[in-house]
Nanobody, 122 residues
Framework: QVQLVESGGGLVQAGGSLRLSCAAS????????MGWYRQAPGKQRELVAE???????NYADSVKGRFTISRDNAKKLVVLQMNSLKPEDTAVYYC????????????????WGQGTQVTVSS
Protein backbone atom coordinates (compact mmCIF):
# COMPACT_ATOMS: atom_id res chain seq x y z
CA GLN A 1 0.00 0.00 0.00
CA VAL A 2 1.33 3.41 -0.96
CA GLN A 3 1.75 5.91 1.87
CA LEU A 4 2.94 9.51 2.14
CA VAL A 5 5.24 10.83 4.84
CA GLU A 6 5.73 14.57 5.24
CA SER A 7 8.62 16.17 7.09
CA GLY A 8 10.39 19.48 7.55
CA GLY A 9 7.85 21.51 9.45
CA GLY A 10 8.63 23.51 12.55
CA LEU A 11 8.55 26.87 14.27
CA VAL A 12 10.11 29.82 12.48
CA GLN A 13 10.00 33.58 12.79
CA ALA A 14 8.31 35.71 10.18
CA GLY A 15 10.60 36.22 7.23
CA GLY A 16 12.29 32.87 7.75
CA SER A 17 12.36 29.78 5.56
CA LEU A 18 11.42 26.13 5.79
CA ARG A 19 11.77 23.23 3.40
CA LEU A 20 9.06 20.57 3.43
CA SER A 21 9.58 17.13 1.96
CA CYS A 22 7.15 14.36 1.18
CA ALA A 23 8.17 10.86 0.24
CA ALA A 24 5.98 8.06 -1.00
CA SER A 25 6.55 4.53 0.16
CA UNK A 26 5.36 1.39 -1.57
CA UNK A 27 5.57 0.03 -5.08
CA UNK A 28 4.70 2.71 -7.59
CA UNK A 29 4.72 2.42 -11.37
CA UNK A 30 4.12 6.05 -12.20
CA UNK A 31 3.23 9.39 -10.59
CA UNK A 32 1.22 12.14 -12.20
CA UNK A 33 0.40 15.23 -10.18
CA MET A 34 2.06 16.08 -6.89
CA GLY A 35 1.34 18.95 -4.61
CA TRP A 36 0.83 20.50 -1.22
CA TYR A 37 -2.28 21.55 0.66
CA ARG A 38 -2.54 23.25 4.02
CA GLN A 39 -5.16 23.55 6.69
CA ALA A 40 -5.18 26.25 9.33
CA PRO A 41 -7.28 25.91 12.50
CA GLY A 42 -10.93 26.51 11.76
CA LYS A 43 -10.38 26.74 8.03
CA GLN A 44 -10.83 24.43 5.06
CA ARG A 45 -7.92 22.65 3.48
CA GLU A 46 -6.58 24.70 0.60
CA LEU A 47 -4.23 24.10 -2.30
CA VAL A 48 -0.83 25.70 -1.87
CA ALA A 49 1.13 24.45 -4.87
CA GLU A 50 1.08 21.67 -7.40
CA UNK A 51 3.36 20.29 -10.09
CA UNK A 52 2.50 18.08 -13.03
CA UNK A 53 4.49 15.14 -14.34
CA UNK A 54 5.86 17.46 -17.01
CA UNK A 55 7.03 20.00 -14.47
CA UNK A 56 4.36 22.66 -14.88
CA UNK A 57 3.56 24.40 -11.63
CA ASN A 58 0.64 26.23 -10.12
CA TYR A 59 0.60 28.27 -6.92
CA ALA A 60 -2.00 29.85 -4.71
CA ASP A 61 -1.92 33.61 -5.10
CA SER A 62 -1.00 33.99 -1.44
CA VAL A 63 2.31 32.14 -1.87
CA LYS A 64 3.40 33.16 -5.37
CA GLY A 65 6.95 34.47 -5.40
CA ARG A 66 7.66 33.02 -1.96
CA PHE A 67 7.16 29.25 -2.30
CA THR A 68 8.71 26.90 -4.84
CA ILE A 69 7.58 23.34 -5.51
CA SER A 70 9.80 20.70 -7.06
CA ARG A 71 9.75 16.95 -7.57
CA ASP A 72 12.10 14.02 -7.91
CA ASN A 73 10.34 11.16 -9.64
CA ALA A 74 13.14 8.66 -9.05
CA LYS A 75 12.95 9.29 -5.31
CA LYS A 76 9.13 9.59 -5.31
CA LEU A 77 9.60 12.92 -3.61
CA VAL A 78 7.96 16.32 -3.68
CA VAL A 79 9.53 19.34 -1.98
CA LEU A 80 8.13 22.71 -1.00
CA GLN A 81 10.66 25.46 -0.38
CA MET A 82 9.01 28.21 1.64
CA ASN A 83 10.70 31.59 1.93
CA SER A 84 9.63 34.92 3.43
CA LEU A 85 7.19 33.11 5.68
CA LYS A 86 4.31 35.02 7.22
CA PRO A 87 2.19 34.26 10.30
CA GLU A 88 -0.74 33.54 7.97
CA ASP A 89 1.24 30.61 6.55
CA THR A 90 0.78 28.81 9.87
CA ALA A 91 -1.02 25.53 9.19
CA VAL A 92 -0.65 21.79 8.91
CA TYR A 93 0.79 21.04 5.48
CA TYR A 94 -0.21 17.89 3.59
CA CYS A 95 1.23 16.56 0.40
CA UNK A 96 -0.62 14.64 -2.25
CA UNK A 97 0.35 12.40 -5.14
CA UNK A 98 -1.72 10.84 -7.88
CA UNK A 99 -0.10 7.47 -8.52
CA UNK A 100 -0.41 4.29 -10.50
CA UNK A 101 0.68 1.47 -8.21
CA UNK A 102 2.91 -1.28 -9.53
CA UNK A 103 0.63 -3.87 -11.07
CA UNK A 104 -2.26 -1.44 -11.12
CA UNK A 105 -4.19 -0.18 -14.10
CA UNK A 106 -5.22 3.31 -13.14
CA UNK A 107 -4.16 6.38 -11.22
CA UNK A 108 -5.61 7.31 -7.86
CA UNK A 109 -4.76 9.78 -5.11
CA UNK A 110 -2.71 8.40 -2.24
CA UNK A 111 -4.53 8.72 1.11
CA TRP A 112 -3.55 11.79 3.10
CA GLY A 113 -0.60 11.43 5.44
CA GLN A 114 -0.24 12.88 8.92
CA GLY A 115 0.86 16.25 7.67
CA THR A 116 3.58 18.46 9.08
CA GLN A 117 2.97 21.49 11.29
CA VAL A 118 4.34 24.85 10.21
CA THR A 119 4.14 27.67 12.73
CA VAL A 120 5.30 31.18 11.87
CA SER A 121 5.65 33.62 14.75
CA SER A 122 5.35 37.35 14.30
Amino acid sequence: QVQLVESGGGLVQAGGSLRLSCAASGSIFSIKGMGWYRQAPGKQRELVAEITAGGSTNYADSVKGRFTISRDNAKKLVVLQMNSLKPEDTAVYYCYMNVQPAGGYSYAPVPWGQGTQVTVSS
